[in-house]
Structure formats: C-alpha cells, structure tokens
C-alpha cells in the first residue's frame, strides 16, 4: 500500500515531528500555566518558549503575541477588536474576515487577483472616518502576494489600521512583522506542520484591542481561557523549524511546465502577478473540480477545488470570481499546494494522474462527437 501524494498544504500541512514530540512532552507534563504551584510553572514555561519561537518566526515581540485557537479567531478577534466600524476588504479575503464584517467595504482585484491600489485610496479618501484595511498576505486559492507595503503607505496616510491575514505566507516565506509595518497580524500552526486548533494574533504595541469574551484574564487580559499547552507547545516547535524558508517553487514549475504541454490552454490563475511558490491553481477544461478533486484521491493524489468550504462540498470560487474568470471555467478549477514534506515523486504521480483523467476525458469527448455526427 502506497502513501497518497498530499497536495494539500493550503488546506492543512502534515504535523511535523519535532512539533508531535514537543506536544507529547507538554500533554506528558500537564498542569495549568495560570496556577503557581511547580506544575502550572512547568506548563508556563511551555507556553513562554513557545511565545518566543512563534514571535521569532515573523519577526515579533513576544508581549505582542497572542495564541488564539486558530486563524479564524485571530481574524475575528482583530476585525472586531480594533473598534474600527468602518472596514475595507479586499474581495478575496477569507470568509474568516469577510464573515466577521458583513458591512464591509469590498474592495476589486485586477485579473492576476492583485488588490487595485486606486481603489483603496479612493475609498479611503472618501470619508473621514477611520478604518481599518484588512488585505491578507497570500491567497489560499492562487497564492498571489498583496503589495502590503503600498497598503500601509496609504492607510497611514489616512489615519487607517491594517490587518493582515498571513495564514498562507506564514512559514512558506519570510515574514517580518516590523518590516511590514501592519497592525495586526494572523497566523495559523497547521498552515506550516503545527497542530490544528492553534493560532496567533500579532498586535503592534499600542493598538486597540478589545477581547471578544471574559474570563480569566489570559493572554495578558486580551483572550480569556485557559491556553492549550499541547497544542501551543507544537505551534511553538513548528515555528522553530519553519524559520528555514521553503524552497518548492522548482517543483511548482515543473507542474505547471507539464500541464502547459498537455494542454495549451490550461491558464495558471495569478501567474503574471507575485505568488507564492508553493501554490497552483487552474483548471481542466469541460472537467468539475468535484470530478478530479475524486479522479485524483482514487488515483492517491490529495489535493483541493479551487474552493471548498468547511463542509467539504465545492462551491464557486469569490476569489475567481472576482479576478474575472468566467463561471464555468471556475467551476472546473483545482489547487495544488506544497509543503514542508513536498517531493518530486508527488508532481510525478499528481501529472501521471490529471493526464489520464484528460485523456479519458478528451477521448469520451471525440466518441460523443462522432455518434452523434453519424446519428446525424
């Protein structure tokens, strides 16, 4: 039996070892890292490395790290508490951050998925009040980089904060909190080969925050319950080892290189813009991404639809919708995604795999055509 090729980093990264062994050492140990006695201090002092591996890796201090259980809570946790109620996004936000804002002001995408500067000076221009920008890093589906830095300049100018979700980029690329110059920053440990349930929020010192729920004064008054030792203590292991960049932007290459010859046609969606290297989404013409989504699983290939929600079933994907990409050639797109464990024995398999679903395809296709001309 053959272990599957998993393409599906963007979904979730497997655990990486040092990161299950520093989670087993700390679940081991127990206690409580709010209680005083030896074995809360143990579990403190767990949660205190860990505060500093994962502040390391994007260039933070420590004091400004706040572990939340996940992405999804960071991102609520900075749209709702900066005390912003005015909020612009950009149209391909994650539904974590478009969700925690229905009122938000959305904001376009050129067709590479890359956020319309003018745009954004144009509605931060158009009213006094302050807002808060929130433009993530990285897309999940594309992997197009946004020009944070000019998203900055501008919202500085204006009096606005920025929130920048960098789930995708975080561990796949060097990120710098100080150098980006953002005010609140997301991150997620099983985007990189940490444990699921576990994430962070970065807030520059001085920024408003208000928790969105009451406890027991955790995490510095700014997130109540008691913290998840295990799970941060992998967070923290895994940032540690990312700190090394990722270096599978070659192999993305070769994949898009081969299914270019295969079929000319194929469109890279966010090729002529910045994009990560670890990312590919496009689409097989006339095929639904369900179809070889399921094609490629039985074939031992993981990888995901262009969009999938929470459920698990696909949907239309808003990112390429909003990059202008017609509705049936959405609905036909996949992503493959790379990570820390990516080898080139996983593009082999996944190429082997999507040329002979197209050429079932394609050959299915000629003998309907030609019954039919015949039924003619």
């Not at 497997?14 to 006695?37: C, I, K, Q, T, Y």
């Not at 464990?341 to 679903?357: G, V």
């Amino acid at each position: 039996m053959f272990s599957p090729a998993y393409l599906d980093h963007n979904a979730t990264s497997p655990l990486r070892p040092v990161a299950f062994d520093a989670m087993a050492e700390a679940l081991r140990a127990g206690g409580n890292p709010s209680s005083v006695h030896g074995a809360g201090r143990k579990a403190r002092a767990f949660v205190d490395k860990a505060r500093r591996q994962v502040a390391a890796l994007v260039g933070a201090r420590p004091g400004d790290t706040i572990f939340t259980s996940g992405a999804t809570e960071a991102n609520n946790l900075a749209v709702l508490g900066s005390g912003r109620r005015r909020i612009l996004v950009t149209a391909v936000e994650h539904d974590s951050v478009r969700r925690a804002a229905p009122q938000a002001e959305v904001l376009p995408v050129n067709a590479e998925g890359v956020l319309d500067l003018a745009a954004l000076e144009a509605a931060l221009a158009a009213s006094a009040e302050p807002a808060l920008v929130a433009v993530m890093l990285a897309n999940n589906e594309t992997g197009v980089v946004q020009p944070i830095g000019d998203v900055v300049r501008l919202a500085r100018a204006a009096g606005a904060l920025v929130h920048c979700d960098a789930v995708q980029g975080v561990g796949k690329v060097p990120v710098d909190f100080q150098a980006l110059g953002v005010d609140y920053l997301s991150l997620s440990a099983h985007k990189f080969g940490g444990p699921t349930g576990v994430g962070a929020l970065i807030v520059r010192s001085g920024v408003p925050l208000s928790p969105d729920r009451l406890g027991g004064g955790q995490e510095a008054n700014r997130r109540a319950g008691t913290e998840n030792v295990g799970g941060i203590a992998g967070f923290g292991a895994a940032a540690a080892e990312a700190m090394t960049p990722l270096n599978v932007t070659g192999l993305r290459d070769e994949l898009e290189i081969a299914i270019a010859k295969i079929d000319s046609r194929i469109r890279f969606y966010g090729a002529g813009a910045t994009r990560l290297g670890t990312t590919s989404c496009f689409a097989m013409p006339g095929v639904t991404a369900e179809t070889q989504v399921m094609a490629l699983d039985l074939a031992g290939v993981c990888i995901s639809a262009g969009a999938a929600c929470s459920s698990g079933k696909v949907q239309r994907s808003p990112v390429l919708t909003a990059m202008g990409v017609p509705a049936d050639e959405a609905a036909s797109a996949i992503r493959v995604s790379l990570g820390w464990n990516s080898h080139r024995a996983d593009i082999e398999r996944l190429i082997e795999a999507w040329q002979s679903l197209y050429i079932r395809v394609t050959k299915s296709d000629i003998s309907h055509t030609s019954s039919r001309a015949r039924a003619a």
